[in-house]
């Protein structure tokens, strides 16, 4: 069991007896003496793709659910699909893009360290690595002696994504960047 206090982002809990993947936290801190903090949490059924909106106290529970994990690798994107291979068995198989949207900015063909949710031997997920290391494909120019001022600037990303980095980053200068906040952890 899993106290709400204790829910995370990517962690999987069972909602009305279902897999559920949970994608987003509020925090609801109430003003008033003795009243519980609220968690709204925004899930997504791993096995209908369906999303659930709930709310808990910081006491409620739910349990874990249980599934297994497989290494797996992202091998492409064609036009509405992503195609993995299972490391073990070099099986094929592949996901709608739709489904996997909130991860789609953080996948580069042949990426590896992916896993795969299986529960009931069915793929239901796939979980990325907390962090991956990307390209800086376009960014303004770097400004001399612009590397002391806490200063930061757009730059676009191999897959697209856009994060926010020093000043005095450069294009083709490879960063670790969080796949759970989407945020620039640093350079590698």
Known sequence: ????????????VEIDG??????????QTPSARGAATLYKIKARNLKTKNRVEKAYRGTDALNESSFERKPIQFLY????????????????????A???????????????????????????AIDLPDTVEMAIVETA??????????RTKPATLATGH???????????????????????????
């Open 98 to 124: 739709d489904d996997l949207a909130d991860q789609l900015p953080f996948m580069t063909e042949n990426m590896a360290g992916v896993e795969a949710l299986v529960v009931d031997e069915e793929i239901i």
């Open 18 to 27: 279902a897999p559920h993947m949970i994608e987003q936290i509020q925090v």
């Open 1 to 12: 069991m899993v106290p709400a206090k204790d829910f995370k982002r990517r962690m999987v």
């Open 77 to 96: 994107r064609d036009a509405d699909e992503l195609h993995f291979m299972d490391s073990g068995d070099f099986s094929q198989f592949s996901f709608r």
């Open 162 to 188: 856009v994060v926010q980095v020093p000043e005095h980053t450069e294009p083709g200068i490879l960063v670790r960047v969080d796949t759970r906040t989407g945020e620039y952890l640093g350079r590698v």
């Open 141 to 150: 120019p770097g400004v001399r002696g612009n590397s002391a001022t806490g």
